[in-house]
T-cell receptor, first 115, second 114 residues
Framework: TQLLEQSPQFLSIQEGENLTVYCNSS?????LQWYRQEPGEGPVLLVT?????EVKKLKRLTFQFGDARKDSSLHITAAQPGDTGLYLC???????????????FGKGTKLSVIP | NAGVTQTPKFQVLKTGQSMTLQCAQD?????MYWYRQDPGMGLRLIYY???????DKGEVPNGYNVSRLNKREFSLRLESAAPSQTSVYFC?????????????FGPGTRLTVT
């Protein structure tokens, strides 16, 4: 079983502060995805990183995939109340026998940005 | 475009009752998934279907059965509900592989078993 450890589990910050969420594993993944989930809704994909060392930016969000493709980070600059939500990382693995691609999810980081 | 739809949105069952959670997608995706989400546990895969006509167990399949009725629909059945199955259930469909892979989630079914 491939495990993804996410930290911190909870994060409460003031508007305008910066923050980083970490996602670590002892396993290598084909890809690493970050999802955001709001209360009462399903997760929504933010980004996919595939190459070791890859960095992607989405407005104030910066995502990085570790060189060994075992870990990832999400950095938010100047957090806003609209960033509040549950952030989930998910590692992707292809199962050739089943012809399927699956995700293993971390337990999530619950972010609260206080105005 | 409806995406992934789930019914019902809320359900309360008594221990031992059975029910079927319905899921449908209109994006012509081959792969579909059922997850459960519990506080502090993240999303755990119950069953998945890589393509129409195939189903496989995920991480936590005990107490559940699934049916891939056609390419659009993937149902999850609880034959004899237990309080441990109180959870939020998400259905997802997916397209692509590796760099282009994306799972689309439904809004969830909130199930309480008393």
């Amino acid at each position: 079983t491939q495990l993804l450890e996410q930290s911190p589990q909870f994060l409460s910050i003031q508007e305008g502060e910066n923050l980083t969420v970490y996602c670590n594993s002892s396993s290598v993944f084909s890809s690493l995805q970050w999802y955001r989930q709001e209360p009462g809704e399903g997760p929504v994909l933010l980004v996919t990183v595939v190459t070791g060392g890859e960095v992607k930016k989405l407005k104030r969000l910066t995502f990085q995939f570790g060189d060994a493709r075992k870990d990832s980070s999400l950095h938010i600059t100047a957090a806003q109340p609209g960033d509040t939500g549950l952030y989930l990382c998910a590692g992707g693995v292809a199962y050739s026998g089943a012809g399927s691609y699956q995700l293993t999810f971390g337990k999530g980081t619950k972010l609260s940005v206080i105005p | 475009n409806a995406g992934v739809t789930q019914t019902p949105k809320f359900q309360v069952l008594k221990t031992g009752q059975s029910m079927t959670l319905q899921c449908a997608q209109d994006m012509n995706h081959n792969s579909m998934y059922w997850y459960r989400q519990d506080p502090g546990m993240g999303l755990r895969l119950i069953y998945y279907s890589a393509s129409e006509g195939t189903t496989d167990k995920g991480e936590v399949p005990n107490g559940y059965n699934v049916s891939r009725l056609n390419k659009r629909e993937f149902s999850l059945r609880l034959e004899s509900a237990a309080p441990s199955q109180t959870s939020v259930y998400f259905c997802a469909s997916a397209t692509g592989t590796s760099a282009s892979y994306e799972q689309y989630f439904g809004p969830g079914t909130r199930l309480t078993v008393t």
